[in-house]
T-cell receptor
Framework: AQKVTQAQTEISVVEKEDVTLDCVYE???????LFWYKQPPSGELVFLIR??????QNEISGRYSWNFQKSTSSFNFTITASQVVDSAVYFC????????????FGAGTRLAVHP | DAGVIQSPRHEVTEMGQEVTLRCKPI?????LFWYRQTMMRGLELLIY????????DSGMPEDRFSAKMPNASFSTLKIQPSEPRDSAVYFC???????????FGPGTRLTVL
């Protein structure tokens, strides 16, 4: 069975702190994709990153970075020097291998960044 | 470029009424997805279309739900008759190809009284 676990339900930090959002996944597939989406208070879902299972290189995009470790089935997301605008619910997702990107979402982590 | 467009953004209706949600995918995308988001169940896929053809509707909860994609630029999700437990935010997403990243619309918040 495929499953995504985001154990942190809510995280609260003060602006400029670094914060890491955890994501652990389960799959028996050897080829799969992992995603992160952001859902700000306005409600839309914003695509952040996609990673395939053969690419374990860490990725950095501005203040955002992602750490993919197949050995621990984790795909963690770090925000450096957090800002109030980072306040949102963040979802990790895993694609199903049934020939298309059927996304299995985690429950989400609500991040609150306080000034 | 326009993103995925959904209408209406908010819908309030009474139990038993028919509800139709609409989606216009990003131009050039050939895959379309309908999702539902609730507090209890989170984000769940309802149905997936590829090149206007329904490929996987295993997530459609009941026969009261139906979806169509008459052409590459338009899809509908219909609930008939609606029930209070259908209250949720319904998202439409599109992607280029079957393995491309999905881009989501703003969602339709449905309230069934």
């Amino acid at each position: 069975a495929q499953k995504v676990t985001q154990a942190q339900t809510e995280i609260s930090v003060v602006e400029k702190e670094d914060v890491t959002l955890d994501c652990v996944y389960e799959t028996r597939d050897t080829t799969y994709y992992l995603f992160w989406y952001k859902q700000p208070p306005s409600g839309e879902l914003v695509f952040l990153i996609r990673r395939n299972s053969f690419d374990e290189q860490n990725e950095i995009s501005g203040r955002y970075s992602w750490n993919f470790q197949k050995s621990t089935s984790s795909f963690n997301f770090t925000i450096t020097a957090s800002q109030v605008v980072d306040s949102a619910v963040y979802f990790c997702a895993l694609s199903h291998s049934g020939g298309y990107n059927k996304l299995i979402f985690g429950a989400g982590t609500r991040l609150a960044v306080h000034p | 470029d326009a993103g995925v467009i959904q209408s209406p953004r908010h819908e309030v209706t009474e139990m038993g009424q028919e509800v139709t949600l609409r989606c216009k995918p990003i131009s050039g995308h050939n895959s379309l997805f309908w999702y539902r988001q609730t507090m209890m169940r989170g984000l769940e896929l309802l149905i997936y279309f590829n090149n206007n053809v329904p490929i996987d509707d295993s997530g459609m909860p009941e026969d009261r739900f139906s979806a169509k994609m008459p052409n590459a630029s338009f899809s509908t999700l219909k609930i008939q008759p609606s029930e209070p437990r259908d209250s949720a935010v319904y998202f439409c997403a599109s992607s280029s190809g079957t393995l491309g990243e999905q881009f989501f619309g703003p969602g339709t918040r449905l309230t069934v009284l």
